[in-house]
């Protein structure tokens, strides 16, 4: 078998904030709460495990997610309908841009922990 990235955990402030908010962002559902982990599954199998820790203790960390065209313009418009503050760089010297990098299109935001989340229509270097 190759190797694959089967899950991460994301430390939050509060676990269900986190996972909400991103699966909301996303169109994605939260999974089953497990321990102290709220699982958010993406479509290559791969799942963020959302734990809450103090404030304090988080260290913030960026989540990049290959979606497609259509899955963007459904991601932006949910970002732009919830007032979510987004960037086309990952410094936030272009607020309310996206930008098209690698012949796509790509915006950076944060999550209720601080964590910088991205989406791109297609992957670093493919263009």
Known sequence: ???????TIVQA??????????????????????????????????TLDFVSVPAESI???????????EEFDAAFARIEADGIGYYADPQLKLPGEINHH??????????????????ITRPYGSH
Do not use: C, K
């Open 13 to 46: 402030r509060d676990n269900r904030e986190s996972a909400a908010f991103l699966a909301a962002v996303l169109g994605l559902e939260v999974g089953t709460a497990w321990g102290p982990f709220v699982p958010l599954a993406t479509d290559n199998g791969v």
């Open 102 to 119: 690698h012949g796509g299109r790509g915006l950076y935001f944060f999550d209720p922990a601080g964590h910088g989340m991205e989406i």
């Open 59 to 69: 260290a913030p960390q960026h989540y990049a997610f290959l979606v497609s065209d």
């Open 1 to 7: 078998m190759a190797v694959q990235l089967n899950h």
